[in-house]
Nanobody
């Protein structure tokens, strides 16, 4: 069983930045696909950004169109940590952000993820 714990959420003004972190338990963190999802009030959960292992030793990064150029996902396998650097935040980025892990990546759908954190709230004021 893998446990995921997010941190770094909070209140920020539009245009500001936040850095979310997610620490995972488990010995095989480097093999997991790690993703960030978010759920805004009254909306469905959506994929934000993720980083997944490839057949080589490299990792591939995916992100959704609405955060391209503003959000950056990264991981530190030595620390079992995945980060989401969020810059130029907008009020529409307000949501609970969830960290998720998949043992074998197939797609960035919520149903394809095996483990979830409890979430951290990000509020962007205008």
């Amino acid at each position: 069983q893998v446990q995921l714990v997010e941190s770094g959420g909070g209140l920020v003004q539009a245009g500001g930045s936040l850095r979310l972190s997610c620490v995972a338990s488990g010995r095989t963190f480097s093999t997991y696909a790690m993703g960030w999802f978010r759920q805004a009030p009254g909306k469905q959960r959506e994929f934000v950004a993720g980083i997944r292992p490839t057949f080589s030793s490299l990792y591939y990064v995916d992100d959704t169109e609405s955060v391209k150029g503003r959000f950056t996902v990264s991981r530190d396998n030595a620390k079992n940590t995945v980060n989401l650097q969020m810059n130029s935040l907008k009020p529409e980025d307000t949501a609970v952000y969830y960290c998720a892990a998949a043992e074998r990546w197939s797609a960035w759908y919520g149903s394809a993820m095996d483990y979830w954190g409890k979430g951290t709230l990000v509020t962007v004021s205008s």
